[in-house]
């Protein structure tokens, strides 16, 4: 069965970061484009950010990128986002998401079904 297990979550500073990991099993990795998915208490879940299968393309929501860096090491089948210049409003539950099938793109509504996602790592930001 596909497993998506998240982790690198915390409580850190505005302005800090930190580096999220997720370890996937039970599918080719490398067949399916990833994406991190977060859910802020009492909203709804957003997409933030997707890569390709291969890792040669990386997606981000309009006028979102900078922050966030999406990346993958396909011979460890795990996924990163790297936040820097964390804010108070970054923090959220933080969710691993698979694609729904492999080698295909998908935009990132997509990737809000919750049945694709992992367990979840908590990110706090605060003084």
């Known amino acids: 069965e596909v497993q998506l297990v998240e982790s690198g979550g915390g409580m850190v500073q505005p302005g800090g970061s930190l580096r999220l990991s997720c370890v996937a099993s039970?599918?080719?990795?490398?067949?399916?484009?990833m994406a991190w998915v977060r859910q802020a208490p009492g909203k709804g879940p957003e997409w933030v950010s997707s890569?390709?299968?291969?890792?040669?393309?990386?997606f981000y929501p309009n006028s979102g990128k900078g922050r966030f860096t999406i990346s993958r090491d396909n011979a460890k089948n795990t996924l990163y986002l790297q936040m820097n210049s964390l804010k108070p409003e970054d923090t959220a539950l933080y969710y691993c998401?698979?694609?729904?099938?492999?080698?295909?793109?998908?935009?990132?509504?997509?990737?809000?079904?919750?049945?694709?996602w992992g367990q979840g790592t908590q990110v706090t930001v605060s003084a």
């Open positions: 998401a698979r694609a729904p099938a492999p080698n295909t793109w998908y935009s990132g509504n997509f990737y809000l079904d919750r049945h694709y």
């Open positions: 039970g599918f080719t990795f490398s067949s399916y484009d």
């Open positions: 890569i390709r299968g291969g890792g040669g393309a990386t």
